[in-house]
C-alpha cells in the first residue's frame, strides 16, 4: 500500500488575510515487488543510476525531474515505486489537469473533475466554479456519502466554517474572534450547484473506486495575521513560518495513517534548499537521512512506526495531483476568507474597492480604512501582516 500526500499554500505574499496550507492524502495499491523487479531491468538495461533517480524523482507528474545525485539502493526503489503510481494516470476516466479537455471516460454531458495547479484554475475575474468543484466534490466524497451531501447542500447550503471544522482548518477557533468572519456567512457552494458538486463528487467516488484508489483525507490550517505575525517573530522569517505550518500538517497526515509506504511532495519554502532540521524537529522519534539537496529538489527518507516515509520539497510540485488538490482547497479557503474580509468592510466604507491583499493594494486598503478602524478599536496586529 502507498500513500501520496501533497502539501501546498495560499496567500504566502500578501499584507491582508489569511496564510491558508493544505494537504491531500490517497492510498493506493499496488506491487512494490512488480515495480521494484520493472526497476532493475530498467537498470541492468544500462541506465545510469543517476539518470533513473531522476526519471523516478518525477514521481506522479511523467516528465524529466531535475537532477539530484543519488547513490543510495533504498531511495533508488522507494522513487522507482513512486513513478508507478502516476494519480492523473490512474484517474484518467473521471480526472483532468486541463479543464478544456475532457476526461477519457467521461461521455457526452459529462464533464471531468479539474484538478490542478491552483492558479490554473482561477484568476480574478473568473469566478471560483472550478476551484469549489473540485474541492466540494472531495469534500462530499469523504464526508457521509455523495447524495446526502448533495440533499444537504441543496436544501440550505453548507457555511464556510462547516468546510473549515471539517478539514481541521482552525483548531484555536481563531476565525470566531475576527468580525469580518463571525458575521453572516455566504452559503456553499457559492459558483456552482449542488447538483453540480453531486456529480463531480459521484464521478470522483466512481472513478477511484474502479483505479483502485481512495482519497484518504483532506485537511488544512489557516493562518490568521495575528499567528502570522507571532510565528514569523518566533521562527525568525516567514519561510520558516511557512515550513513550520507545512511540516506540522504532514505530521497530521502521517499520523493519521495505517503505515505503509509515504510519499510526500511539498513546494519549496523561499528559497530555502535544507529541509533535514525541519522535518527532524516534527518527527523528533525519527532518524532524517538527507538523500539530495538542491535548488531543484531536496528529498529526505525515515521511518515512523509502521510507515516508510519520503518527502520531497521541489519546484513545482503542484505538478503532481495530491499538490495540486492541496493548492485549490488552500485558494479556495483563501478566496473565502477574502470575499467576507472584502464584504464587512465595505458595507462599512462606502466606495471601497476589494482588495487580493497584496502588498501595494493592501497599503491603499488599509488607508482607507483607517478612520473606521480606528472607529471601530480593531487592532492592526488582527488585520495586518508585517512580512
Known amino acids: 500500500m502507498a500513500i501520496l500526500i501533497g502539501v501546498d499554500e495560499a496567500g504566502y505574499g500578501p499584507n491582508l488575510g489569511p496564510l491558508v496550507v493544505a494537504a491531500s492524502a490517497w492510498q493506493i495499491e499496488y506491487n512494490r515487488a512488480e515495480v521494484g523487479g520493472r526497476r532493475s531491468r530498467e537498470e541492468s538495461a544500462g541506465a545510469a543510476t543517476a539518470d533513473a533517480a531522476e526519471r523516478a524523482g518525477a514521481a506522479l507528474r511523467g516528465q524529466l525531474a531535475p537532477r539530484v545525485a543519488v547513490d543510495s539502493r ?22 483532468t489537469r486541463a479543464p478544456a479537455r475532457r476526461a ?9 473533475i479539474a484538478i490542478a495547479d491552483s492558479k490554473a484554475l482561477y484568476k480574478p475575474g473568473t469566478g471560483l466554479r472550478l476551484l469549489e468543484r473540485g474541492v466540494l466534490a472531495a469534500w462530499a466524497t469523504l464526508s457521509e456519502g455523495c447524495r446526502r451531501f448533495s440533499e444537504r447542500i441543496d436544501h440550505a447550503g453548507e457555511a464556510p466554517t462547516a468546510l473549515i471544522d471539517f ?58 495575521p495575528a499567528e ?25 497526515a502521517v499520523d493519521a495513517t495505517d503505515g505503509g509506504e509515504i510519499f510526500i511532495t511539498c ?22 537521512e538527507i538523500h539530495g539537496e538542491s535548488r531543484s529538489a531536496s528529498r529526505y527518507a525515515w521511518s515512523h512506526r509502521d510507515a516508510s516515509c519520503t518527502a520531497t520539497f521541489r519546484v513545482g510540485g503542484e505538478a503532481e495531483l495530491p499538490a495540486a488538490l492541496a493548492s485549490m482547497t488552500a485558494k479556495y479557503l483563501r478566496e473565502l476568507a477574502m470575499h467576507e474580509f472584502n464584504a464587512w468592510w465595505r458595507e ?18 488599509k488607508r482607507e480604512i483607517s478612520a473606521v478602524q480606528q472607529r471601530l478599536g480593531i487592532a492592526d496586529r488582527d488585520l495586518w501582516r508585517d512580512r
Open 104 to 112: 477519457a471516460g467521461c461521455g457526452a454531458g459529462v464533464e471531468p
Open 167 to 224: 478539514l481541521g482548518a482552525d483548531p484555536a477557533h481563531a476565525r470566531r474572534r475576527l468580525p469580518w468572519h463571525a458575521a453572516g456567512e455566504t452559503a456553499l457552494p457559492t459558483a456552482c450547484s449542488a447538483g453540480d458538486v453531486a456529480a463531480a463528487a459521484g464521478l470522483l467516488d466512481a472513478t477511484c473506486r474502479a483505479a483502485g484508489v481512495r482519497l484518504a483525507a483532506l485537511r488544512a490550517r489557516i493562518v490568521h
Open 348 to 365: 462599512r466604507v462606502q466606495g471601497l474597492k476589494p482588495t487580493a491583499g497584496y502588498p501595494v493594494d493592501a497599503k491603499r486598503f
Open 74 to 95: 533504498r531511495e533508488s526503489t522507494t522513487l522507482g515505486a513512486a513513478a508507478a503510481l502516476d494519480l492523473y494516470a490512474l484517474l484518467a476516466e473521471g480526472v
Open 228 to 252: 502570522f505575525n507571532a510565528l514569523c517573530a518566533e521562527h525568525g522569517t516567514k519561510g520558516a513560518a511557512l515550513s513550520h505550518v507545512t511540516l506540522a500538517l504532514v505530521r497530521e
Open 267 to 288: 513546494d519549496k519554502h523561499g528559497g530555502r534548499n535544507r529541509y533535514a532540521a525541519l522535518v527532524q524537529s516534527h518527527f523528533s522519534e525519527s532518524w532524517i
